[in-house]
């Protein structure tokens, strides 16, 4: 028998995604995605189930640099024979729809330009079932004792390498960078009044207590199984969480993760 596709083994799979865009320098330019990469990731064991990478061409062209800053930049020249977006759009949104999404910043950038490319072909955008932003939860439970919390950042913080700003190797450094957070988080719980503060000698770093690693792993003072990382999980499909327009750099202050309801026919900050 085919198992539908809302099955509790499907929603219960978390999908990290990233997108690489092109970035606006003229008035009326918008965003236009590049680059979509996606691993579906079992939140139970943390092993990678499905990943999926593609290149992207717009429809304007002249929105590419013909160069780039970065060595592994993403040109036109690289994208002029990709997919357009219409292409992929049915795989897209197979991987996307129905589960539960995660990555950094990806409320306020992601969700956008997910909604705005699928819009732009005149088809219902895929939906999750609840969301973990990286960004927002590790800043509430993990403290701004790595910096200013950009992937870059926190992948130096735990010695992961650089960040390459490709869709594929950025979704796999995200969750690197919460099993570092995670384990870090669980060893402080174990002797809070040694570890707790001890591990970072500049004062001004915010260290997290006991209880909020209780509040996003409740069984793992019992029985250790604690990467089970869904935190801050939202499980109403109705509410759909498109954040504001920005840029994937973290906003000046952020607060608490909280899934704002999707108003139709708004991008509403």
Known sequence: MAISKFSGERVSEIVFFDLETNVPNKAGQRFRVLEFGAIVVCPRKLIELESY??????????????????????????VVNAPSFEEVADKIFSI???????????????????????????????????????????????????????????????GLGQQKHRSLDDVRMNLEVLKHCATVLFLESTLPNVLQGKWNNNSSMTTRSRSLLES?????????????FTMTLRSNRGNFPYGESSRKSPPPSVGCHRVVPYTTGSLGK
């Open 216 to 228: 996003s792993f409740p069984n793992a003072m019992d029985d250790k199984r604690y990467n089970s």
């Open 53 to 78: 990478c593609t290149l992207i061409r717009p429809g304007d062209l002249s929105a590419v640099a013909e160069r780039s800053g970065r060595s592994d930049g993403i040109t036109r020249e690289a």
């Open 96 to 158: 996307l729809d129905g589960r539960i999404w995660a990555g950094h910043n990806i409320q306020r950038f992601d969700c956008v330009r997910i909604k705005e490319a699928f819009a732009e072909i005149g088809r219902p955008a895929p939906v999750p079932v609840g969301i973990i932003d990286s960004l927002r939860v590790l800043t509430e439970k993990f403290g701004r004792r790595a910096g200013n919390m950009k992937m870059a950042t926190l992948a130096t913080y735990f």
